[in-house]
């Protein structure tokens, strides 16, 4: 006898991000279809005219993806003509979906949830809808199997991750894409309320002024600095609910097939157990930024410098310096 596999059912309405990968998209899409929401989004910027025959990738990705939808639902699509890069596209996205939802789900069309991620969406959209102290729900954790954090079957965090999500109109309304409301010169003060690592901070420090400035082409980074500056938090699951599928040769950022965030396999959810307190697991921040940041390649670099032999090379240096200044 053949046992069909039931599946959770998601409440909640979807958002789908698309580009140019129908490769990953129906991965995704396959994912979504078990979960049957009873609204999808679907969006996807406009091919790139620098890049040959993006154009032709970017249709075919959206006919695959709209064929491929096999299950009753209302499916409604915001596709551009002309590329406008991930910043105004997957924020716009995201902000069209809140014009007609108090609440949703977000993926990208890399980010391949397990059934198990629509629940622990639809459990805590519910129970924190009107807990504004809560900004964002994430599905993706990128801690050890064997690490799990306080007493629940999540944690509470000062980090974003946007490898699928869900949050609330309340959050997304708060969302300031190009930061204006913060000024430069003020957020390092600002940041070392957070955080007090310095070189955690200079980062920090080093990714904001390059997003205010427009020399980062993304959205989320404006999401984390949203959150930091209202005082909330973020859920990330115990258990890793999400794999990023999109790393290797053909992504546009994630590059490097061998990283550690590269295919995450899932963890099974248990019954859902709610922490005791809701104060941010630091410790879990700081593991996540230490690799994500490269730290311990700069603690490293630091404490090469600071060698002795370094050091009187650059005293020998500095009198040589001296000696050669005009009296």
């Known amino acids: 006898m053949n046992l069909q596999q039931e599946y959770y059912q998601t409440t909640s309405p979807i958002l789908l991000i698309l580009f140019n990968r129908w490769d990953t998209a129906l991965q995704v899409l396959e994912a979504i279809?078990?979960?049957?929401?009873?609204?999808?989004?679907?969006?996807?910027?406009?091919?790139?005219?620098?890049?040959?025959?993006?154009?032709?990738?970017?249709?075919?990705?959206?006919?695959?993806?709209?064929?491929?939808?096999?299950?009753?639902?209302?499916?409604?699509?915001f596709f551009r003509e002309e590329n406008v890069g991930p910043k105004e596209a997957i924020s716009s996205a995201i902000s069209w979906m809140f014009e007609h939802e108090e609440q949703g789900i977000v993926l990208e069309h890399d980010c391949l949830p397990s059934n198990d991620f629509f629940k622990f969406c639809d459990q805590l959209l519910y129970k924190y809808k009107f807990d504004s102290r809560i900004w964002l729900i994430s599905g993706s954790n990128f801690q050890s199997r064997e690490t799990k954090w306080g007493d629940g079957s999540y944690y509470y965090s000062n980090l974003t991750n946007g490898w699928g999500w869900a949050t609330w109109k309340r959050s997304w309304e708060l969302y300031d894409k190009d930061l204006k409301k913060y000024n430069t010169d003020e957020v390092r003060t600002q940041l070392e309320k957070v955080f007090n690592d310095k070189l955690i901070v200079d980062r920090w420090e080093e990714i904001?002024?390059?997003?205010?400035?427009?020399?980062?082409?993304?959205?989320?980074?404006?999401?984390?600095?949203?959150?930091?500056?209202?005082?909330?938090?973020?859920?990330?699951?115990?258990?890793?609910?999400?794999?990023?599928?999109?790393?290797?040769?053909?992504?546009?950022?994630?590059?490097?097939?061998?990283?550690?965030?590269?295919n995450v396999p899932y963890e099974r959810l248990p019954d859902l157990v709610h922490p005791t307190y809701m104060l941010p697991e630091i410790g879990a921040d700081r593991r996540t930024l230490y690799e994500e940041f490269h730290i311990a390649d700069k603690l490293a670099e630091i404490q090469n410098q600071n060698k002795p032999r370094r050091r009187f090379k650059r005293w020998l240096k500095s009198l040589f310096v001296k000696k050669s200044l005009p009296s």
């Open 208 to 262: 904001f002024n390059q997003t205010k400035g427009n020399q980062i082409d993304t959205w989320d980074y404006q999401a984390t600095f949203t959150h930091l500056f209202n005082h909330s938090l973020n859920i990330v699951s115990n258990y890793n609910l999400v794999s990023n599928i999109g790393f290797g040769e053909f992504a546009e950022n994630t590059l490097d097939a061998n990283s550690v965030f590269a």
């Open 33 to 77: 279809g078990q979960a049957k929401p009873g609204t999808l989004y679907i969006s996807a910027d406009g091919p790139r005219t620098s890049r040959l025959g993006e154009d032709l990738k970017c249709l075919e990705t959206k006919i695959k993806v709209l064929v491929a939808i096999d299950w009753e639902c209302e499916v409604k699509t």
